[in-house]
Structure formats: structure tokens, C-alpha cells
């Protein structure tokens, strides 16, 4: 395992999470697939896929820049996580009261498309500082104050626009959200809250899954947040599912789970018991993730999504012409390509 990096103590440091990432490529066709898994690297799986070990305290945000090291982006598109929609759905029961109350302890504040912009640049040594701990990620728009007073505002201006009848309790989530997209033109609505710790939101593999009864019990506590100075509502895990869009027009999607452990890699042969303790306590002396394995290559921004990757595979290895293949490699090269290759166990 590559490691050059001083060893340094972190206190009270709790067991490092396993995690599974996998690219969705259920659209790809058998034959695309297979010129993926000839000339992607893609070897065991149908999916390109890393696994990893990470902090027990990182959070989305870094996690987000752990992804882009593992897969091969740049950070140059929008981005989001959410939970599966079965358990988004579960949560909300289809009330905008429940919805609101999220706002702030598991969700953003809803924005509409051409609100987005990106806040951040990538350089690699920049990178690094923000997906090893100890993690200091802030950002104004997440305190729950701000989303407190989006929220308050919010029922202030609706309940002067319903009929007097009628209550903000008894409103639907999807009639007024996700039916109506002209009231504040709030089209995303379900964006996770990067402060938010992985642990916190992603169930391990068997593990409980908490309903909003159980939130609501939970989040009349308060937890300090050191970063932010403030006190905040303590999430519980709701999803065994994460799932990571990036790039809206290529369209890119990972899925990520908590498996227990990598008995399933071992018993493989994929990885050994000693590579699984040795990246343990890596991350937890260094408060580093740890890619212990991966199934394919790396992919790139702006071509195409998945099914541009392969086009990209089929031009430079499988098509006849030498002038396309030299014109794609040049490009390819351009992006970066080559130089994104990761091998597995490594410290990142």
C-alpha cells in the first residue's frame, strides 16, 4: 500500500466504514459492456466500482471530492446527493409539514436549476486537504439557522395565500412541490446536506432504518457542531442507499452502500485480511480514506456519460480509423485520462 504520509493520532478516532461505490450502468447494452470490460479495465463486476475505507466522521462534502479522485472528474460540473426515493417518500408521508421540518437537519434549502452554480475549484493538493480529516467544511446556507428562517418565511408567505380554511398541516407535499413547480420555481427539493456525516444518513448493511417518528424524538436535542459553532438537529441513518449525481447533462450516477466489511473481497481473493487491517488503521492514524479495490478504469468529464465512455473505448481500441483513434487519444489525454488511473490498496 502506497503511503507516504506522517502518522498523526486522532483522539477518541471511532472504526474506519466500509463503503461500496458502483457507476449505474443498467442502460448499457451486452456488447457495450463487453468492450467496457476489454478496454475499461472492467473485470469482475458489470459496473465500474471502487471500495473503500473512510473516517468515521467525514462528511458528504468530502466524500464528494473522494469520488471525483476514485472515478476521474475534475469537479467541473453541478453535483448532488440524495436518498432513495422509496425512502424520501417514507419520510415526507406526503406532507409539506414533514418536508419543511427536514429542511435544515437532512435536506437543503430548495433551489430551482439556474440557482445553481458551482462554489469550488479543483487542484489536487487543494483536494486532498478537504477529504482528509480532521474535516472543517462550512457553509452559511446549511445552518440550521438559515434554514430555519427559510422555513418560518416560507409558512409566513403560504399561509397567507390559502384559503382561510385551510392549514399548512393539511397541505400536500407533491400537490404543492412536486406538481407545482411555478411556487418559487423550487424544482430540486430532495438535495442532501453536504455538512451532514456519511454515518449519519447511510445505514450499514441490516441496519435500522429510522422513520420520521423516530427524527422527530431525536431532533428536539441539539448537537454542537464545532465547525459552525451552533447547535444543530442530531440526524439518524434513513437510507441504505446513497446515491451521487454529478454532471446533469452527461448524466453520470453512483450508487453507494455500507457493507459491513469486505469478507466478500477476501474470501475473493480480491483483496487479503492483511490489506483490510493495514488500511484500517491507516485511516484511522492518518484520518484518510483508503481505496482498497477497484473494478474498472477511470471515466472523465464531458464525454457522454456512460454510454459516451464507451463510444470513447470503441474509437480508440475497436475502430479501424487512425485518425479518429489519434483525435480521441489527443482528447482524452487532454482531459487527463491517463493520469487518472489509481491502483488499489492506496492511500488517497
Known amino acids: 500500500m502506497k503511503n507516504n504520509s506522517k502518522i498523526i493520532e486522532f483522539p477518541d478516532q471511532k472504526e474506519p466504514i466500509c463503503l461500496h461505490l458502483e457507476l449505474e450502468m ?3 447494452k451486452e456488447d457495450e459492456l463487453k468492450v467496457i470490460q476489454e478496454f475499461g479495465g472492467l473485470k469482475y463486476g458489470k459496473a465500474i466500482s471502487r471500495d473503500i475505507l473512510i473516517p468515521y466522521d467525514m462528511p458528504l462534502n468530502a466524500l464528494h471530492y473522494v469520488i471525483h479522485k476514485l472515478f476521474g472528474w475534475e469537479n467541473s460540473h453541478l453535483r448532488n446527493f440524495t436518498i432513495e426515493k422509496k425512502d424520501f417518500n417514507r419520510l415526507i408521508q406526503d406532507k409539506l409539514t414533514n418536508w419543511l421540518f427536514l429542511i435544515g437537519c437532512l435536506l437543503k434549502i ?8 458551482l462554489r469550488e475549484d479543483l487542484y489536487d493538493d487543494w483536494l486532498a486537504d478537504i477529504y482528509n480529516g480532521p474535516y472543517k467544511y462550512e457553509e452559511a446556507e446549511e445552518l440550521y439557522s438559515t434554514c430555519k428562517n427559510f ?3 416560507f409558512k409566513k408567505e403560504l399561509q397567507a395565500v390559502l384559503p382561510e380554511n385551510k392549514s399548512i398541516e393539511e397541505c400536500s407535499f407533491k400537490g404543492l412541490i412536486v406538481d407545482n413547480h411555478s411556487y418559487g420555481n423550487m424544482i430540486i427539493y430532495d438535495n442532501l446536506l453536504e455538512s451532514l456525516e ?3 444518513v447511510l445505514a450499514q448493511k441490516g441496519q435500522h432504518l429510522n422513520s420520521f417518528e423516530d427524527l422527530g424524538k431525536k431532533m428536539v436535542k441539539r448537537k454542537y457542531q464545532p465547525r459552525s459553532r451552533s447547535l444543530s438537529p442530531e440526524m439518524l441513518p434513513v437510507t441504505h442507499k446513497l446515491i451521487y449525481d454529478y454532471d446533469y447533462g452527461d448524466d453520470w450516477r453512483v450508487y453507494i452502500t455500507r457493507p459491513k466489511n469486505f469478507d466478500t473481497l477476501i474470501k475473493s481473493g480480491l483483496i487479503t485480511a492483511d490489506d483490510f ?4 488503521k491507516t485511516v484511522s492514524q492518518l484520518h484518510k480514506p483508503v481505496c482498497l479495490f477497484k473494478d474498472g478504469g477511470p471515466v472523465l468529464d464531458d464525454v457522454g456519460g456512460v454510454y459516451g465512455y464507451y463510444e470513447m473505448l470503441k474509437v480508440i481500441f ?4 487512425k485518425k479518429a483513434r489519434t483525435d480521441m ?3 482524452a489525454y487532454e482531459q487527463g485520462w491517463e493520469l487518472k488511473n489509481i491502483d488499489a ?3 488517497l
Do not use: M, Q, R
Open 26 to 28: 443498467k442502460w448499457i
Open 110 to 117: 430548495p433551489v430551482s436549476y439556474d440557482a445553481l452554480f
Open 151 to 153: 422555513t418560518d418565511g
Open 198 to 200: 456519511v454515518t449519519s
Open 277 to 280: 487491517e493495514n488500511a484500517k
Open 318 to 321: 475497436v475502430n479501424k480509423s
Open 329 to 331: 487519444l489527443k482528447w
Open 345 to 347: 490498496p492506496i492511500v
